[in-house]
């Protein structure tokens, strides 16, 4: 049984993984970097509220939380690389199983700022 | 020590004159949450003359101030919205996500309430005689009262009462017993909002409460939303008590399916509208006709999907779907499903017995799927409300408009096709308040009113929408001329 199976799960998992990119960046003094992970969290959370609807309530299929563990003891640049294109994954993994496209969009963008981090 | 509800009068939280109490427990962990009292016809008296002490004040509040209320009652709903969704969890059993949906159509409500100074705005004609003009005005009718179910505690109070009291009515609310404490926090909100004393008020309890609301002399109309056989009971009971009255009943709610249909695509909506709040829902698909050569098809794909649904405690955000009320419902529903296979159908999916790991006790009920079942037998006829899907087989898209309507309920219908010809004829032609094309829960919002026909719905006015303004005002026709 995969892990984010619903829209919550994946909302959910999205809000939990800026929190944590949050207090990352918060640790290694990379403020911008952290103040940009807490407005994406705050975002994913009035997404969660406005766009749970009935249509949302569907089975997703596909999608394993494992896949998108992020290394957070590395603080190396190139491990903040790879966090970066870990969560770019994630997001642009999970943007296409929601099918409503006001929330589509919101992953789509968080997925588009974590991808910039990861060049 | 366990808490005892209390109930809201005159902007104050007070005690039921009632020493009977009702227990609230997590149907999932079999906690007990909290007491609900069984208040009095005393309680609804006291409440009844607060509201109608408050009235006067009320009215003649300015709507835009009325208006802002319900603004500043939206923003305290969306900062408690998470709170909101996890105690919906715990006191109905649902999944998070159904519980956050529950949250978002009531705030749904709450914006529909906002726009009320157009919504009650009247027209006017001006020389409709030589030197006479005449225009209509609405003004609120006094006090109402809403009677709610425990499947959507949160959502149908808010049905009713921010529209009530925004076109300047003072309101009683009587929830499910079964389900008092998302009512708690609605109230607890209400009550930041420092409306005036006896705008709003809440009495907890079961039948005799209800019993008050109906005979009241000084209520003008009762709002119901629960099962056919008690909303007739309101419907005869407060109309003969000389109040206007809107009563939803239960519904047996019928999808057809046609061979042209993407049955992919169809089914994953499908299984929401039969499964979602465990069928506890008056829009729940209860029944799916497959048409013709959709037959097969519709059940392959249905064994294949259920099966991916998780049932589960409603706070891990993995699972589809929750318990049920009670251990008297889950009783009820699996005595159902044991009448559908002595009457025939095929059990392809049993969701009686199953366990589920840390809620052993739980009140649980898996999704189920019944397929042949037959026309005219229980499980094609009667209510469920509970994760019961009953499969049935039409050999033309003529007769699968004949079932559905044959029932003596009419809430809602859906139909899942490509062809417009199929789509505008089942539009035309079924008997049902809510009709869903490519849609398995035709739920409407807030701006629309929720249809309900036949068995399904007692009263003129529906709930919601533009009916709802009609509800809760009176017009008056003013004829004036000044020489």
């Given at each position: 049984?995969?892990?984010?199976?619903?829209?919550?799960?994946?909302?959910?998992?999205?809000?939990?993984?800026?929190?944590?990119?949050?207090?990352?960046?918060?640790?290694?003094?990379?403020?911008?970097?952290?103040?940009?992970?807490?407005?994406?969290?705050?975002?994913?959370?009035?997404?969660?509220?406005?766009?749970?609807?009935?249509?949302?309530?569907?089975?997703?299929?596909?999608?394993?939380?494992?896949?998108?563990?992020?290394?957070?003891?590395?603080?190396?640049?190139?491990?903040?690389?790879?966090?970066?294109?870990?969560?770019?994954?994630?997001?642009?993994?999970?943007?296409?199983?929601?099918?409503?496209?006001?929330?589509?969009?919101?992953?789509?963008?968080?997925?588009?700022?974590?991808?910039?981090?990861?060049? | 020590?366990?808490?005892?509800?209390?109930?809201?009068?005159?902007?104050?939280?007070?005690?039921?004159?009632?020493?009977?109490?009702?227990?609230?427990?997590?149907?999932?962990?079999?906690?007990?949450?909290?007491?609900?009292?069984?208040?009095?016809?005393?309680?609804?008296?006291?409440?009844?003359?607060?509201?109608?002490?408050?009235?006067?004040?009320?009215?003649?509040?300015?709507?835009?101030?009325?208006?802002?209320?319900?603004?500043?009652?939206?923003?305290?709903?969306?900062?408690?919205?998470?709170?909101?969704?996890?105690?919906?969890?715990?006191?109905?059993?649902?999944?998070?996500?159904?519980?956050?949906?529950?949250?978002?159509?009531?705030?749904?409500?709450?914006?529909?309430?906002?726009?009320?100074?157009?919504?009650?705005?009247?027209?006017?004609?001006?020389?409709?005689?030589?030197?006479?003009?005449?225009?209509?005005?609405?003004?609120?009718?006094?006090?109402?009262?809403?009677?709610?179910?425990?499947?959507?505690?949160?959502?149908?109070?808010?049905?009713?009462?921010?529209?009530?009291?925004?076109?300047?009515?003072?309101?009683?609310?009587?929830?499910?017993?079964?389900?008092?404490?998302?009512?708690?926090?609605?109230?607890?909100?209400?009550?930041?909002?420092?409306?005036?004393?006896?705008?709003?008020?809440?009495?907890?309890?079961?039948?005799?409460?209800?019993?008050?609301?109906?005979e009241h002399p000084d209520i003008t109309g009762v709002s119901f939303v629960g099962s056919s056989?008690?909303?007739?009971?309101?419907?005869?009971?407060?109309?003969?008590?000389?109040?206007?009255?809107?009563?939803?009943?239960?519904?047996?709610?019928?999808?057809?399916?046609?061979?042209?249909?993407?049955?992919?695509?169809?089914?994953?909506?499908?299984?929401?509208?039969?499964?979602?709040?465990?069928?506890?829902?008056?829009?729940?698909?209860?029944?799916?006709?497959?048409?013709?050569?959709?037959?097969?098809?519709?059940?392959?794909?249905?064994?294949?999907?259920?099966?991916?649904?998780?049932?589960?405690?409603?706070?891990?955000?993995?699972?589809?779907?929750?318990?049920?009320?009670s251990d008297a419902a889950k009783q009820r529903i699996e005595a159902m499903i044991q009448q559908?296979?002595?009457?025939?159908?095929?059990?392809?999916?049993?969701?009686?017995?199953?366990k589920v790991d840390g809620y052993e006790n739980g009140s649980w009920v898996g999704p189920t799927?019944?397929?042949?079942?037959?026309?005219?037998?229980?499980?094609?006829?009667?209510?469920?409300?509970?994760?019961?899907?009953?499969?049935?087989?039409?050999?033309?898209?003529?007769?699968?408009?004949?079932?559905?309507?044959?029932?003596?309920?009419?809430?809602?219908?859906?139909?899942?096709?490509?062809?417009?010809?199929?789509?505008?004829?089942?539009?035309?032609?079924?008997?049902?308040?809510?009709?869903?094309?490519?849609?398995?829960?035709?739920?409407?919002?807030?701006?629309?009113?929720?249809?309900?026909?036949?068995?399904?719905?007692?009263?003129?006015?529906?709930?919601?929408?533009?009916?709802?303004?009609?509800?809760?005002?009176?017009?008056?026709?003013?004829?004036?001329?000044?020489?």
């Amino acid at each position: 049984m995969s892990s984010l199976n619903t829209f919550g799960s994946i909302l959910t998992h999205a809000i939990e993984l800026e929190s944590s990119l949050n207090a990352y960046y918060t640790s290694i003094d990379k403020s911008d970097r952290a103040k940009a992970a807490d407005k994406r969290r705050k975002k994913l959370e009035r997404v969660r509220r406005e766009n749970v609807v009935e249509i949302t309530l569907e089975p997703i299929e596909g999608l394993d939380e494992a896949d998108y563990t992020l290394n957070l003891d590395d603080i190396s640049e190139a491990g903040q690389t790879a966090i970066e294109a870990t969560a770019s994954q994630f997001y642009s993994d999970v943007a296409p199983k929601i099918n409503v496209r006001q929330a589509q969009r919101a992953l789509e963008r968080c997925g588009q700022e974590h991808a910039e981090f990861a060049e | 020590m366990t808490k005892t509800i209390k109930n809201y009068v005159n902007g104050e939280w007070v005690d039921s004159l009632s020493s009977d109490l009702i227990p609230v427990y997590d149907p999932a962990t079999c906690e007990l949450l909290a007491n609900c009292p069984d208040s009095t016809a005393q309680d609804v008296d006291l409440a009844v003359k607060a509201a109608k002490g408050a009235f006067n004040e009320w009215r003649s509040t300015p709507i835009l101030s009325r208006a802002q209320y319900m603004h500043h009652f939206k923003v305290l709903v969306e900062e408690n919205f998470e709170d909101i969704s996890k105690i919906l969890v715990q006191e109905h059993g649902k999944a998070i996500d159904e519980s956050r949906g529950e949250v978002r159509r009531a705030i749904e409500s709450i914006d529909f309430a906002i726009s009320v100074p157009v919504l009650m705005r009247s027209d006017g004609l001006e020389d409709i005689s030589s030197g006479i003009d005449e225009t209509t005005l609405r003004q609120p009718a006094g006090v109402f009262a809403a009677i709610t179910p425990f499947n959507f505690p949160f959502m149908v109070p808010l049905w009713f009462l921010p529209t009530a009291i925004a076109c300047g009515n003072t309101f009683v609310l009587k929830p499910s017993p079964q389900t008092p404490l998302s009512t708690e926090i609605l109230f607890e909100m209400l009550d930041e909002l420092d409306l005036p004393e006896g705008v709003v008020n809440l009495v907890n309890g079961g039948i005799p409460s209800a019993n008050a609301i109906m005979e009241h002399p000084d209520i003008t109309g009762v709002s119901f939303v629960g099962s056919s056989p008690v909303a007739k009971i309101i419907y005869e009971t407060c109309t003969r008590n000389g109040k206007r009255v809107q009563a939803q009943g239960g519904a047996k709610n019928y999808i057809a399916v046609m061979p042209d249909a993407n049955m992919e695509a169809s089914v994953k909506n499908i299984l929401g509208a039969a499964y979602g709040c465990a069928g506890q829902r008056c829009l729940a698909a209860g029944v799916a006709i497959a048409v013709g050569d959709a037959y097969d098809q519709l059940k392959d794909e249905l064994t294949k999907q259920v099966q991916n649904l998780k049932v589960g405690y409603g706070l891990d955000e993995t699972s589809h779907m929750g318990t049920v009320i009670s251990d008297a419902a889950k009783q009820r529903i699996e005595a159902m499903i044991q009448q559908g296979v002595d009457d025939g159908a095929e059990l392809i999916i049993d969701g009686r017995n199953i366990k589920v790991d840390g809620y052993e006790n739980g009140s649980w009920v898996g999704p189920t799927l019944l397929a042949d079942v037959k026309r005219g037998s229980t499980m094609a006829t009667e209510e469920v409300f509970g994760p019961v899907l009953s499969l049935m087989k039409a050999d033309s898209y003529e007769e699968a408009v004949e079932i559905i309507n044959e029932s003596h309920y009419g809430n809602a219908a859906s139909i899942f096709t490509n062809n417009g010809k199929y789509a505008r004829d089942f539009k035309y032609n079924v008997n049902a308040g809510n009709i869903g094309v490519n849609i398995g829960v035709a739920a409407p919002s807030a701006s629309f009113p929720f249809g309900g026909q036949k068995d399904s719905f007692f009263g003129d006015l529906h709930g919601q929408g533009s009916d709802s303004i009609e509800f809760y005002t009176e017009r008056k026709i003013i004829i004036e001329r000044w020489v």
